[in-house]
């Protein structure tokens, strides 16, 4: 069964740094693209950042809204992706989702398996 | 940024119901369109990519159509289980956006 489990999701305040954590089974985590996603309290989606594979070099896109403060990196080897965080700020209060981005038009890529999002609270 | 523009916001139906939702693009974005189905405090569920194309599992009551900028899901007779919000989303272009969300509610 292909499965995306996220972790790491906790209260804190804002300015300080937190670190999210997919752990990915049932499919060959390596090959695939990974995207973090967001769903701030009774709101929509709000895409987050992708990493490419390996043979894309492990390249990475973001959303403008947190460029520069946000990292996403995966081991491959511990089939893991990661959301390191930092300067946070209210308005990043989400559930997170990581998400494979399995599904291929063409050269483009998109979601297709979503895990069950973990929650990060930031207020003071 | 592509601004993703659903309609409507959301909408009361009854099961058996033929159900519609618009989403339109602030630009051309090709065949780059997926739908995704939530319901509440759970994880949204991919229901087709590429304009039209169905994921794996997803019964045949949905459809997707359209192109370029102007693109619809149709659910061709409501169940209880498709009480739920939609959302349309691009991946022509980063960053990857979605619409707003329809919410298809009980009548």
Not at chain 1, 37 to 44: E, M
Not at chain 2, 38 to 61: C, F, H, R
Request: glycine residues 10%; neutral net charge; contains cysteine.
């Amino acid at each position: 069964e292909v499965q995306l489990v996220e972790s790491g999701g906790d209260l804190v305040q804002p300015g300080t740094s937190l670190r999210l954590s997919c752990v990915a089974s049932g499919f060959t985590f390596s090959d695939h693209f990974m995207d973090w996603v967001r769903q701030a309290p009774g709101k929509g989606l709000e895409w987050v950042g992708r990493t490419r594979n390996k043979a894309r070099r492990y390249t990475t896109e973001y959303a403008a809204s947190v460029q520069g403060r946000f990292t996403i990196s995966r081991d491959d080897s511990k089939n893991s992706l990661s959301l390191q965080m930092n300067s946070l700020k209210t308005e990043d209060s989400a559930v997170y989702y990581c998400a494979r981005a399995g599904t291929v038009t063409g050269n483009h890529y998109n979601m297709d398996v979503w895990g069950q999002g973990t929650t990060v609270t930031v207020s003071s | 940024d592509i601004q993703m523009t659903q309609s409507p916001s959301s909408l009361s139906a009854s099961v058996g119901d033929r159900v519609t939702i618009t989403c339109r693009a602030s630009q051309g974005i090709s065949n780059y369109l997926a739908w995704f189905q939530q319901k509440p405090g759970k994880a949204p569920k991919s229901l087709i990519y590429a304009v039209s194309s169905l994921q794996s599992g997803v019964p045949s009551k949905f459809s997707g159509s359209g192109s370029g900028t102007d693109f619809t899901l149709t659910i061709s007779s409501l169940e209880p289980e498709d009480f739920a919000t939609y959302y349309c989303q691009q991946y022509n272009t980063y960053p990857l956006t979605f619409g707003g969300g329809t919410k298809v509610e009980i009548k």
